[in-house]
């Protein structure tokens, strides 16, 4: 028998500005029951909207999400049953040895490449700003094996991905029908900053990268290319720069050690027939050196060990897009921004 | 001195201690699988990408790290005059998981570690050698699942040179083990005692030009 366990943590938290989107609250544990007030919203009646006022989850019954929202009129409260993008556990440990977690697979049909839109069989457990495993592919075989964020859902069986114009449409790519698999990341690599895939590089100065997934970096931080002959930009392998910009999944390379591309080779994808292939990859190194401030002249200061990778992993739950997505007539939600308060009770026996 | 010992708490502290240590590796290997730079095998047949290892795969990794100026780690062995074994070269380390042995054995230039003319410095985990890597293997070695073109999981071969990455110890959090005996303040019954270790670290690649994700399916 397992040692008893009864924790209780309780917390305020913001909607996201940008709706839908998702919250991870960090319990230190992995919740049995929770709930949510929405503080800004209780008692507000006659908003128009269907406005969220309290979340339940229980994990005897983890699959489903039961809320209570307030009608159009605000005369009635009515409840609500969600089965997926809820709330979720989110255990940070993930499944030693696997670096990842996935959700189940959805079969894609067809993509259009100019737009980067992938048909599927169902969007309803992807959401914006999710990273998704993309494998399978009968034939644009080099996307095959790669991570992508979702840049929006566009219908019930349509999401795209972001920068794809210019990068995907281009005479590398077939697009069009064809068999694919899409796998929802649920648990992702545990470490910040990570490596990610290139999938374009302007020939500019500064150079502009753009990646497969957000990787979440910041100006100042330096990074490395590596950028195989197979990708023809071979004058950037190996080159190291510092970030000035960050746009979505677009890191632009001016900062005070920066990347001139202008005059190199362009950035190209090899053809399918040159699956298999090492992808161009960018690997952030460190803050790089860091002009100090406290001496007449100008000194560089540089510590190998600052900007330490951190561990992101933590237990606790997720507070998905179905719940917080924007509150309209026909859509139950959140308005932006509400100030949810939120308990999270664990009770092992 | 009189110790009056508890058969249960020794074995309990003797797993503490070796989940202790497989978690301080878990957190190094995780750190490794999100940061180092990656290398596809691209040499094998079993028409995936990345393929299953190759020797050519193999010897592209070790002229990217001797490219970056990386050093090995070990000594090469010396041949000697025993039958059955073929002297190890100077080598670079790598960590691989379990399940892509029989790959590695098919490499061609496997060198068993039984081969090796003399077992004096052989780990525990070493399977053997192609070229200038030796090989370590474990259960829990890094796993990307799902990830290749087909949907296998992709494993992940760390080749590191020296001083490739390190672990920063914090003065103030470095591993200790915990003991609260019976009869605490929330135990005046003395039902429950409590055994516990807490550690912090920050694993961190130094030079990632020394170290390579070396990336493979299996056959």
């Not at chain 1, 989850?57 to 409840?79: E, R």
């Not at chain 2, 497989?22 to 190094?28: G, K, P, Q, R, Y």
């Not at chain 2, 990345?50 to 010396?78: F, Q």
């Not at chain 2, 409590?194 to 961190?204: D, H, I």
Request: net charge negative; with cysteine.
């Amino acid at each position: 028998m397992p040692f008893a366990e009864h924790f209780m943590l309780s917390g305020k938290i913001s909607a996201p500005a940008t709706l839908p989107g998702s919250l991870s609250i960090n319990c230190g544990f992995l919740p049995t029951k929770v709930r949510i007030i929405n503080e800004t919203q209780w008692g507000q009646t006659g908003t128009g909207n269907l406005n969220i006022q309290e979340i339940k989850w229980d994990s005897t019954n983890p699959t489903q999400t039961n809320s209570l929202y307030i009608n159009a009129a605000g005369t009635a409260l009515l409840p609500s049953a969600l089965t997926s993008n809820g709330i979720s556990l989110y255990n940070g440990a993930g499944a030693s040895p696997q670096q990842l977690s996935l959700g189940p697979k959805i079969t894609g049909s067809t993509y259009a490449k100019a737009t980067g839109r992938f048909t599927v069989s169902s969007t309803a457990s992807l959401y914006a700003g999710a990273t998704v495993l993309m494998t399978g592919f009968t034939v644009d075989k080099q996307l095959g094996g790669m991570l992508f964020t979702v840049n929006s859902i566009v219908s019930s069986t349509v999401f795209d991905i972001a920068n794809s114009g210019n990068w995907l449409n281009t005479a590398s790519f077939t697009g069009g029908a064809q068999t694919f698999y899409v796998q929802l990341v649920t648990v992702p690599s545990l470490y910040y900053p990570q490596n990610s895939q290139i999938v374009y590089i302007s020939a500019a100065n500064p150079a502009v990268i753009t990646t497969s997934t957000n990787m979440g970096l910041t100006v100042g931080q330096q990074v490395r290319l590596y950028v195989p002959r197979a990708f023809g930009m071979t004058q950037a392998n190996s080159q190291t720069a510092i970030i000035s910009a960050v746009s979505g999944n677009q890191i632009t390379l001016g900062g005070s050690i920066s990347l001139d591309s202008s005059a190199f080779t362009a950035f190209s994808w090899p053809a399918a027939t040159g699956v298999p292939y090492t992808p161009a990859t960018i690997v952030p190194i460190g803050s790089g050196p860091t002009p100090t401030t406290f001496l007449p002249s100008t000194q560089y200061y540089y510590d190998t060990v600052d900007d330490a990778v951190n561990n992101q992993a933590f237990q606790g739950f997720i507070i998905g897009p179905s719940l917080l997505q924007t509150a309209a007539a026909g859509t139950v939600g959140v308005t932006a921004s509400d100030v949810l308060s939120w308990t999270a009770w664990r009770g092992d026996v | 001195m009189f110790i009056n010992q508890d058969p249960v708490l020794n074995q309990t502290v003797s797993l503490l201690a070796q989940s202790m240590r497989e978690t301080e590796d878990e957190l190094i290997r995780n750190m490794l699988a999100s940061t180092a730079s990656v290398i596809n095998c691209t040499g094998g047949v079993n028409g995936d990408n990345p393929t299953e290892l190759s020797r050519s795969d193999i010897d592209t990794t070790v002229l990217a790290l001797l490219g970056n100026d990386a050093m090995m780690i070990s000594d090469n062995i010396e041949g000697t005059l025993k039958f059955g074994t073929a002297p190890v070269r100077e080598a670079f380390w790598g960590m691989m998981n379990t399940a892509v042995l029989d790959d590695l054995e098919a490499v061609t230039g496997f060198i068993s570690q039984a081969q090796y003319p003399s077992n004096m410095n052989v780990l525990n985990a070493e399977w053997g050698s192609v070229g200038n890597v030796r090989f370590l293997y474990s259960s829990r070695g890094s796993v990307t699942p799902n990830a290749s073109l087909n949907g296998n999981n992709v494993y992940n071969v760390f080749c590191t040179g020296q001083e490739a990455y390190a672990i920063v110890e914090l003065t103030t959090a470095t591993a200790s083990f915990i003991y609260t005996p019976p009869g605490g303040p929330t135990d005046p019954l003395r039902r429950l005692q409590l055994g516990a270790y807490k550690f912090a670290q920050v694993p961190r690649i130094l030079n990632d030009a020394w170290i390579f994700n070396l990336r493979c399916t299996h056959s």
